[in-house]
T-cell receptor
Framework: GEDVEQSLFLSVREGDSSVINCTYT??????LYWYKQEPGAGLQLLTY?????DMKQDQRLTVLLNKKDKHLSLRIADTQTGDSAIYFCAEIESGGYQKVTFGTGTKLQVIP | EAGVTQSPTHLIKTRGQQATLRCSPISGHTSVYWYQQALGLGLQFLLW???????NRGNFPPRFSGRQFPNYSSELNVNALELEDSALYLCASSTTVLRRYEQYFGPGTRLTVT
């Protein structure tokens, strides 16, 4: 079955770049997502990338996809204290069944 | 534009009881998804409803069920509650037209089973 893995914790200084990594196993994934979850809140869709793309940039966020290695990363430039949250990567299986598999989440701590 | 809403925010039940959780999708969205976020287990897919029909379900027992109403809102029912059902239950919605792969989440219902 599909499996999505992330490192559990990342600590960076304010103003530095953060890179959150994710590996997945389902080669038939159609879309890969990054969600942000702040304390006490639901999941906020940050960005997503089609599986036929290598990179997507959206303001401070850059998503890189290496299909060969099944590796997805999220880079946050100029990290701010407001970026402190848990970040989930997720993949959706192809075939129209809409089942989304989430990673375990990476807790990003931004040190002022 | 109003986001996905869920009620109640918190729910406390005892083992063996039934719990009902509700979700209203974003206006115009016809698909509703339910997820369980249990401590230490991450997010697990529960159910997907679209146009009033159950389209897919995750690896959960039949005591987890639900429905979608004609206005596209949805209800998740958990029967014969067990202690390990304690979790945050998240609902998400999407449109099945152009951006059906974009799922927008509500704030969740925290279910505590004692």
């Amino acid at each position: 079955g599909e499996d999505v893995e992330q490192s559990l914790f990342l600590s960076v200084r304010e103003g530095d770049s953060s890179v959150i990594n994710c590996t997945y196993t389902d080669s038939s994934s159609t879309y890969l997502y990054w969600y942000k979850q702040e304390p006490g809140a639901g999941l906020q869709l940050l960005t997503y990338i089609f599986s036929n793309m290598d990179m997507k940039q959206d303001q401070r966020l850059t998503v890189l996809l290496n299909k060969k290695d099944k590796h997805l990363s999220l880079r946050i430039a100029d990290t701010q204290t407001g970026d402190s949250a848990i970040y989930f990567c997720a993949e959706i299986e192809s075939g129209g069944y809409q089942k989304v598999t989430f990673g375990t989440g990476t807790k990003l701590q931004v040190i002022p | 534009e109003a986001g996905v809403t869920q009620s109640p925010t918190h729910l406390i039940k005892t083992r063996g009881q039934q719990a009902t959780l509700r979700c209203s999708p974003i206006s115009g969205h016809t698909s509703v998804y339910w997820y369980q976020q249990a401590l230490g287990l991450g997010l697990q897919f529960l159910l997907w409803y679209d146009e009033g029909e159950e389209r897919n379900r995750g690896n959960f027992p039949p005591r987890f069920s639900g429905r979608q109403f004609p206005n596209y809102s949805s209800e998740l029912n958990v029967n014969a509650l067990e202690l390990e059902d304690s979790a945050l239950y998240l609902c998400a919605s999407s449109t099945t037209v152009l951006r059906r792969y974009e799922q927008y989440f509500g704030p969740g219902t925290r279910l505590t089973v004692t």
